[in-house]
């Protein structure tokens, strides 16, 4: 059965205990649901330890699951219902890690034409085949004046890159990428998200991408799946994630967001009004909440307009009031602290007259930047 979705991740369990008797499995990653469409760029974004690598491990073949599906191209690699498990070699896929390992000993082509002869014989490609193959992925990277360098001749960015081309000379249908900018230093990394974006765009190949980094998840991708504890909290486009949190969690951990703890006052259609101490604020909501809910108000700081009061300004029911309690310049936008009852907000606003500290200010909420999410059961 064809299906337009490039890479199916059905129902991924993976425990590295091993069967411990009489007791519940602790697994690394459980119930994990994903999916891409062709040339998309899909990013796995958590902590540390929630289950990223694992499950890029899984699709890659260096893990077997203890249950679920994994399906590229229409072509299942791994099935816990019918035994099937393509070893990772057999799947003709690219991969790239923290920790390149080039090859020292080897030039830059040869580095890069290694992947298509090693394997089986029958099917490595023709002499004149690698060697287009080679140049046409080192020209993609970049690196095709470099050919003939020492590999270790190479700067930090240029050796990732060569990672890179190692990985695209396959021509695979699906690159896997654990957190291939970790080891450069900030701004090459900044550089290299620019690389990145700039070459799944221009070759189109699907990406699975591991980060822990927020804003290489935001800027890179066209869905993010957020992850926290083994479990998929979120998958949706970097604008929905951001914006529209779906999990306190999802919330608390992409971007610096101000959460409000409330409840839910009132509903209508795609939005919620949320009675906090400090005031009513009206916010979308994607879950179902009814009437009485507990919830947190996401507030991203951009997304909060700070207007001075002036002397003996009536503070009308509803309206939201605070007073600036320090400051950050950073060019274009101030960065402020403002005291509202007994929080602390972050709020971003304009360098163009900036407020000076103790100023008493009004706090209005672009809707778009206001999300209400259920309060977490436990944490
Ligand atoms: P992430 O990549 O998000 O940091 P991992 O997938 O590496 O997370 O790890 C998920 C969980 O599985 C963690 O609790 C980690 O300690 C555990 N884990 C990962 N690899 C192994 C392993 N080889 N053996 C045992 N436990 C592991
Ligand atoms: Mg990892």
Redesign the pocket.
Known sequence: MGSNKLLKVEGLY?S??GHQKGRERNY??ADVNLSAASGDFLT?L????????????CIAGL?SPNLGTITVADRVLFSSDTGVSVRANDRGLGMVFQSYGIWPHMDVYKNAAFPLQVGDRKSRPSAKQVRERVERALEVVQLSQFAGRSATALSGGQQQRLALARALVMEPPLLLL??PLSNLDAKLRTDMRFELKRLQHEIGVTTVY?T?DQSEALSMSTVIAV?SN?KVEQVGTPREVYGAPAAEFVARFVGSANLVAGKVAAVSEGEVTVKTPDGLIVASSQAGLSIGADVFVSVRPESVALSPVVDGGAHEPGEWEGVVDGSAYLGMTMEYRVKVGDTEWNVSGSSESPLADGTTVRLNFARHGCAAVPMAMSN
């Not at 958590?46 to 491990?57: A, E, F, H, I, M």
Request: charged residues 25%.
């Open positions: 993976k590295y205990g690394a990653i796995l958590g902590p540390s330890g929630c289950g990223k690598s694992t499950t890029l491990r893990e654990d957190e591991v822990h992850m083994g």
